[in-house]
């Protein structure tokens, strides 16, 4: 069974970065297809970014390309993402996700698609 736990959360001010780590155990990052999600009060679980099993492919979100950054460290059994240029709008409660996966390009951007999740860590940008 896939566990995740994400960390490094927190509250910052605008155009101000942070990275985000999510740690698995019970499994490999290599055979799992994984990505970030997020959650802002009173809205539904939106899609951030994905990456493929070894890392080769990326998917993200319009609103994020180009400020966020998707990554996964194998032997660390880690994934990242990296914030940049943070803004009040990218505040939420930021998920991890996992999901086998056979093929190494899947990049899945819809939540239902993943069943493994982590406790989410907050996110707050100030203006």
């Known amino acids: 069974q896939v566990q995740l736990a994400e960390s490094g959360g927190g509250l910052l001010q605008a155009w101000g970065s942070l990275r985000l780590s999510c740690a698995s155990s019970?499994?490999?990052?290599?055979?799992?297809?994984m990505a970030w999600f997020r959650q802002a009060p009173g809205k539904e679980r939106e899609f951030v970014a994905a990456?493929?099993?070894?890392?080769?492919?990326?998917n993200y979100e319009d609103s994020v390309k180009g400020r966020f950054t998707i990554s996964a460290d194998s032997a660390k059994a880690t994934m990242y993402l990296q914030m940049d240029s943070l803004k009040p709008e990218d505040t939420a409660v930021y998920y991890c996700?996992?999901?086998?996966?056979?093929?190494?390009?899947?990049?899945?951007?819809?939540?239902?698609?993943?069943?493994?999740w982590g406790q989410g860590t907050q996110v707050t940008v100030s203006s």
């Open positions: 996700a996992a999901r086998y996966s056979a093929s190494d390009r899947s990049t899945a951007a819809m939540w239902w698609q993943y069943n493994h």
């Open positions: 019970g499994g490999t990052i290599t055979t799992y297809a």
């Open positions: 990456i493929s099993r070894g890392g080769a492919y990326t």
